[in-house]
DNA sequence: CGGTTTTGACCGGCGC
DNA sequence: GCGCCGGTCAAAACCG
């Protein structure tokens, strides 16, 4: 009953580097030309292509130009004292090659945090749904090396529809990315 | 005014 | 045990 199905899930032992464990690539093109970058309301991504590819390791530094959907899985402990330990949650990583940081998605986040990252120069920023119960979370990183290449990366699935008030396309493409992977 | 961003403090895990 | 590291909290500032 958490809702329908899962968008990319690969298991993999991922007990080497903890820097990224790439195995879905797909890719995608992604226009931009949009240069407010004072509002949510910015327009990009207009076409999309995927084709599941496995990739090899290493990190995700390789891919530059294209973007790239990365699903992992993560053991994640957390930290408090409830008894429903041991789950591991999915986390998917999208890369886009944007200008700007917020990639307006359709739903609605409230940033709770931003941390520098090592190795780069920009930090990256911690951003929760405010949906009702909703605990989705997603962290944008940029990539210093390409200051081009913006990663996000979603934890969590939406079990709430979404804020169409603002959606753009791009959540049309998730949702169609939904549909196209929902084994 | 209410929700969001900002930003340093805080916290648990892990390696040494 | 200590310190680093990645992630989160929370209070104040900010903004519509």
Known sequence: MENYSPIFQYSSPTTTTSSA???LLMTTMTSSGSELQSHDTNKEVLGLMMSAVEAPSSDITNLSQTSSFVGTENE??????????????????FQTRSQVDILDDGYRWRKYGQKAVKNNKFPRSYYRCTYQGCNVKKQVQRLSKDEGVVVTTYEGMHSHPIDQKSSDNFEQILSQMQIYTAF
């Open 21 to 23: 464990s790439p195995m």
């Open 76 to 93: 994640v402990k957390s930290g408090k004292k409830k008894a429903e330990k041991k789950i591991r949650k999915p986390r998917y990583a």
